[in-house]
């Protein structure tokens, strides 16, 4: 079992700034590739960001490129998702999702194995 459990959202400005975290505990964290998600009201939930078990490898959607980051502290069981200029169609439910199986990248959610709670990102104009 792994229990992932995010932080950091909350409601801003246009432009504005906002880190989130993802604290794991669980199995083994360090050998999990680790996904970012979104879900705004009435659509699907959508792939974000991703990053590799050891960090060198991270992909982004492509409405985030260059705005967003993802990191992880691997000693401290965290990974983190710093967002930077912020938009109006960034508001949204985020939520961290680990991967169990080893693979390559994906961006289907539904090779995720386990989620987190969701945080609550609003952006306002």
């Known amino acids: 079992q792994v229990q992932l459990v995010e932080s950091g959202g909350g409601s801003v400005q246009a432009g504005d700034s906002l880190r989130l975290s993802c604290a794991a505990s669980g199995r083994s964290f360090s050998s999990r590739d680790m996904g970012w998600f979104r879900q705004a009201p009435g659509k699907e939930r959508e792939f974000v960001a991703y990053?590799?078990?050891?960090?060198?490898?991270?992909y982004y959607t492509d409405s985030v490129k260059g705005r967003f980051t993802t990191s992880r502290d691997n000693a401290k069981n965290t990974v983190f998702l710093q967002m930077n200029s912020l938009k109006p169609e960034d508001t949204a439910v985020y939520y961290c999702a680990v991967r169990i199986t080893y693979g390559s990248f994906t961006w289907n959610r539904f090779e995720y194995d386990y989620w987190g709670q969701g945080t609550q990102v609003t952006v306002s104009s």
């Open positions: 990053i590799s078990r050891s960090g060198a490898m991270t």
